[in-house]
């Protein structure tokens, strides 16, 4: 489930903005001040932060530079939030490295509509219907693999590597990039971790033939490619 962070001092705006993202199927984390959303990004990285401009203490434009200066948070989507409403305003959130910006009073159709439209934005890969490499296709949308027509049973962790590995097709990849790229670096797991999942890939692929599609790379780790 697509996770969003909603940073905002005011419980009454809070309650709104979860009321409408989790009518439309988004899961919620909430902070009102910076020091508290930082202590939830220390444990959990969310898919986009919805970031009010004045907060108490440090001002939503500061932790949004912090937030975008950080190589565990900057590729996270941010959305400026304020009654700040002027072009001047618009621009200054923008310039932070915010993703867009949302004038109070705001429509919640249109926050959940603009959160939308910045996630797709973000994952691009993610929205396209079908990757298919070597006669194995992956169904985005269907969350499926098929070879042929055939189902394959992949578990989520192998299901997830796989989607790196067919949307960065001939490119090696050493452990540590994988486990940041698929695990997260919120996440604290052993190099090796990587290898037990490529073998229970590799198993899941075998029937079809389709585990010679991923490579080991000596010295580097591990690629996925129909070439030779």
Not at 21 to 40: C, I, P, T, W
Not at 111 to 131: F, Q, T
Request: aromatic content about 6%; charged content about 30%.
């Amino acid at each position: 489930m697509t996770t969003i962070l909603v940073i905002d001092d005011e419980p009454d705006i809070r309650e709104v903005m979860r009321f409408a993202l989790e009518s439309s199927d988004f899961r919620v984390m909430e902070a009102g001040h910076a020091d508290e959303a930082r202590k939830l990004l220390g444990s959990e990285n969310p898919d986009l932060i919805l970031l009010d401009w004045m907060l108490p203490g440090r001002s939503g434009l500061e932790l949004a530079q912090q937030l975008k200066q950080s190589p565990k948070t900057k590729s996270i989507p941010v959305i400026m939030v304020s009654a700040r409403g002027e072009e001047e305003d618009r621009v200054k959130g923008l310039d932070t490295g915010a993703d867009d910006y949302i004038a109070k009073p705001f429509s919640p159709r249109e926050m959940v509509a603009r959160v939308k439209a910045v996630l797709r934005r973000a994952k691009p890969d993610e929205a396209s219907d079908e990757i298919e490499i070597g006669g194995l296709v992956m169904d985005n949308l269907g969350h499926r693999v098929t070879a042929g027509g055939r189902p394959i049973e992949i578990a989520p962790t192998e299901y997830r590597l796989l989607h790196f590995f067919m949307t960065h097709a001939d490119r090696a990849f050493s452990r540590s990039q994988l486990l940041d790229q698929v695990w997260g670096d919120q996440v604290y797991v052993e190099e090796r971790t990587v290898d037990v999942h490529v073998r229970r890939l590799r198993k899941a692929l075998e029937p079809t033939g389709h585990d010679r599609l991923l490579q080991t790379v000596r010295g580097v780790g591990y690629r996925f490619s129909d070439k030779i």
